[in-house]
């Protein structure tokens, strides 16, 4: 199977490739795509030698084909030329660029493993009309999969670590740095998602993404070990759960359909002692409840997830505290538009409304939108 992986310098993409290693007569590693980090890239080209070499980013994909005496495609023709010849596409390449794309691909018929929550927040319904075959690879959403398999259950849960500051005193949360922040007790993951996973954000784009992938809203709770992924309830009284020791490999290998090849190289002893539960606390945590707002409306996801990024950027750049982060979030959803996503152009029109809300709610003179 050939495959075309988006993403290929992030966390997921890294791993996605120690995955495929593992299984090298099933796989042919035919396009890695990556958004700047040529220096990165030119080393997996030179290692895995893929016929398609794609940096979204001109200058440096100029950079990259001086280092690789090898054609770098970029911008939008070099995504969609990355899917020649493709039988899977891997998309975890980060923010919207990926979307047209990943849409190009349910068009060709491409399975499509899923590590992008833009892609399915924003476009889920612009992919519907093709039946795409979505293998979803965050861990919760690999998990509901495999709980709806056999029957559509009554209720999900799924769960959350907490992140770095689930035990820290409330009067302290005024001084947490970005260090701080970029600290994620249990999985290695990107920027953004990490920060995310600080103000459990993270479980609120989760929440709607499962709303988009299996047209119902899950709840969550925290269990600080990730060790149990997500449960079902079933209307014959039955409870199941998904738990495995935090690698992220074991989801991408199910979402790349190896989970069944015996022996399975990432299966760990699993101990299931001191499993806690506990609710997530709004006070704490006051972004994870405005998922289940976000979700009555058309646009309310895709808007909250641009106008997170926008501000996670802010608090990155060192422009935002922490808790200013959280307080213009909430601020800005109340300026929520009245919006419809029916087309790539919409989105983007989206993106720039929610731009100019960004704007307006970190201005120094802000006070309305």
Known sequence: MKVALFGSTGSVGKMTLEVLEK??????????????????LVEQVKKYKP??????????????????SKQVHFGKEGLLRALDSADLMVQSMSSTEGI???????????????????????????????????????????????????????????????GPFLHRPLKEFSTITLKEALIHPNWPMG??????????????????EAHSLFGMAPLAVIE?????????????GMTQMVAYQPDMRVPIA??????????????????????????????????????YEAIKTECGPL????????????????????????????????????FSIDSIEAI????????SIHKCITSTSYTAC
């Open 23 to 40: 299984f090298p007569n099933d796989f042919s590693i035919h396009a890695l795509v990556a958004h700047r980090s040529s220096a990165l």
């Open 51 to 68: 016929q398609t070499v794609v940096l979204y980013d001109e200058a440096e994909a100029s950079k990259a084909e001086k280092m690789l």
């Open 100 to 162: 047209e794309a990943t849409i190009e691909a349910a068009k060709r018929g491409i399975k499509i493993a899923i590590a992008n929550k833009e892609t399915i927040i924003a476009a889920h319904h612009l992919l519907k009309p093709y039946n795409p075959l979505l293998r979803p690879i965050d861990s919760e959403h690999s998990s509901l999969k495999k709980l709806y398999e056999n029957q559509r259950p009554v209720k999900t849960t799924i769960t959350g670590s907490g």
């Open 191 to 208: 920027a953004h998602n990490t920060i995310n996973s600080s103000t459990m954000f993270n479980k609120a784009l989760e929440v709607m």
């Open 224 to 236: 600080p070990t990730s060790r149990i992924h997500a449960f079902a309830e079933y209307e014959d």
């Open 254 to 291: 199910h979402a790349l359909g190896v989970e069944r090849t015996l022996p399975f190289p990432f299966r760990k002893n699993l101990d299931l002692s001191k499993i806690e539960f506990s609710p997530i606390d709004p006070e704490r945590f006051p972004l994870f409840q405005l998922a």
């Open 303 to 338: 808007f909250l997830m641009f106008l997170n990024e926008f501000l996670v950027d802010d608090f990155l750049k060192g422009s935002l505290s922490w808790l200013d982060l959280q307080h213009k979030l909430q601020q800005g959803f109340e300026s929520l538009p009245q």
């Open 348 to 355: 983007k029109e989206l993106k720039k409304i929610t731009k």
